[in-house]
């Protein structure tokens, strides 16, 4: 994520943040980020869709039948509703993707460097420990509940993405990169947030039972074995026992994801991760993200309810923490980076652009409901304004980023078109080949055959002119004859 700058031999200048991504990780950003974009959107309106299902009067009542419809073998302990089955089941699969991104990261990616690493780890930690001061602060102001100081800790990269989609915004890949990294380590941190304070009265006999399973999961994987109809059955075996155990089933997703391996062997063109991240993100994304938001955003939404939002230290709690604790936190975070590593911003951005991102990593969304309902359980009430607080922080935030990057968008555009620009048409952007001799020889055929084009014409309108000068003086010498 960022490139050393050598100011003088033996003399390391100032490392830059937000550099240059290699051309690797470019790649893999940019189909990341398409597919997490296509799933932001399609969360967006299943979050729209739960809002009106909820609140128009003919429909609310059904929207709560069907979500707590149960469904499942209760023999197995499974007897669940189908919005308990879209938040510890559907969201497995998201957590089963996060895995895979956290071990590439940490294999293969930005993490693997200590050096580039510093910067989303710290980055990560700030924007979930300034929130959750935030909310700590609040309500014990308030005299409100601490149950809930998790829940704006989390950032929704999905609907970060969709917010820049919709907006429109040209934001550079190494600013895209850095949000993308920065929600994977705030996904780790906020499974084990989840792990160690959401976990009930363990069953030790289903979760040997589980780790049982991931052992087999781990030898098959080293064993070479490769068919779904082998991991599936066995990943839902693991599930199932992983949530009689007490501990979140989600926690079953990651650790499999964990153990795939995301380095590449030697003629390998993807590694395994890369391979099955690849064909489970667009279910993550696609279904399993979107599912869960139709049946977890579904909250009453009125005047009085939107104003105890405000008023409720628990609730004003969460918004705030989205809002302006991830904001304050990330920028600090950042900030504190460049000053104690003697690292400097990249020479095209500013740190107001590093606010913006700051601002837009507030939208706290599927993992926030998440812990919302985990820290609330059994107080339906507060479930739904929680809830409520989270959609209106996640609101705010989108709102405050889109201005702040507006601002900037005309800048964005000429550094994104610069990062872009492919004049010789061999699908690697020339940024990434100017160093290359090949390259130069490639433009210098591509500027003969034009300058030859140019010649041409313009050597078809001289003769066009030269005609056209020698038909209106023939034309007169025969106005000029006998009649």
Not at 326 to 344: D, Q, Y
Not at 367 to 393: N, P, Q, W, Y
Request: proline share 5%; hydrophobic share 50%; with cysteine.
């Amino acid at each position: 994520m960022s490139a050393p700058r050598y100011s003088a031999p033996r003399d390391p200048g100032p490392r830059k943040l937000f550099g240059r991504l290699s051309l690797p990780e470019r790649t893999f950003v940019a189909d990341a980020l398409r597919t997490e974009t296509v799933g932001g959107v399609l969360l967006l309106l299943a979050a729209l869709a739960a809002l009106a299902w909820a609140n128009i009067p003919a429909l609310h009542d059904s929207y709560a039948t069907v979500s707590h419809h149960h469904l499942g073998p209760a023999a197995l302990g499974l007897d669940l509703s189908v919005a308990h089955w879209a938040a510890d089941g559907l969201l497995a699969v998201f957590f089963f993707v996060a895995g895979i991104e956290l071990k590439r990261e940490l294999v293969a990616g930005d993490l693997r460097d200590p050096r580039a690493a510093a910067l989303p780890v710290v980055a990560a930690l700030c924007g979930m420990a300034v929130p959750a001061l935030v909310y700590t602060l609040t309500v014990v102001t308030g005299g409100g509940s601490l149950a809930g100081w998790a829940v704006p800790t989390a950032t929704d990269i999905a609907f970060a993405l969709a917010v820049l989609a919709v907006i429109g915004t040209s934001l550079p890949n190494a600013l895209r990169a850095f949000l993308l990294t920065l929600a994977v380590v705030d996904d780790l941190f906020a499974i084990l947030i989840i792990a160690v304070f959401f976990t009930d009265d363990l069953n030790f006999a289903a979760l040997g039972g589980a780790a049982a399973g991931l052992a087999v999961f781990w030898l098959l994987l080293r064993k070479g074995v490769r068919g779904w109809y082998v991991y599936v059955p066995l990943a839902l075996v693991i599930w199932g026992l992983m949530y009689n155990s007490g501990v979140h089933a989600t926690i079953a997703g990651v650790a499999m994801g964990l153990m795939l391996r995301c380095h590449r062997h030697e003629g390998e063109a993807h590694s395994p991760g890369e391979r099955i991240e690849h064909r489970v993100r667009p279910l993550s994304a696609g279904l399993a993200v979107p599912l869960f938001a139709l049946f977890s955003a579904g909250v009453p939404i009125s005047g009085s309810a939107l104003g105890d939002v405000f008023t409720q230290p628990e609730t004003l709690g969460v918004v705030l923490g989205l809002v302006v604790g991830k904001a304050l936190g990330i920028f600090g975070g950042t900030w504190l980076t460049a000053r104690f590593t003697r690292a400097s911003l990249s020479d095209e951005l500013e740190w107001a652009d590093v606010f913006a991102v700051a601002t837009l990593a507030g939208i706290g969304f599927t993992v926030s409901l998440l812990i919302g309902e985990l820290a609330f359980e059994g107080d339906a009430r507060m479930t739904d304004e929680v809830k409520a607080a989270v959609l209106i922080g996640s609101l705010i935030a989108a709102i405050l980023a889109t201005v702040l990057l507006k601002i900037r968008n005309a800048k964005y555009r000429r550094l994104w078109e610069a990062e872009e620009r492919d004049e010789d048409r061999d699908g690697i952007p020339d940024i990434y080949e100017e160093d290359e001799p090949e390259y130069h020889l490639r433009m210098a055929e591509i500027y003969d055959r034009k300058a030859a084009e140019h010649r041409r014409i313009a050597e078809e309108k001289a003769a066009a002119r030269r005609g056209l000068a020698e038909v209106p003086g023939g034309a007169g010498d025969d106005r000029d004859g006998p009649a």
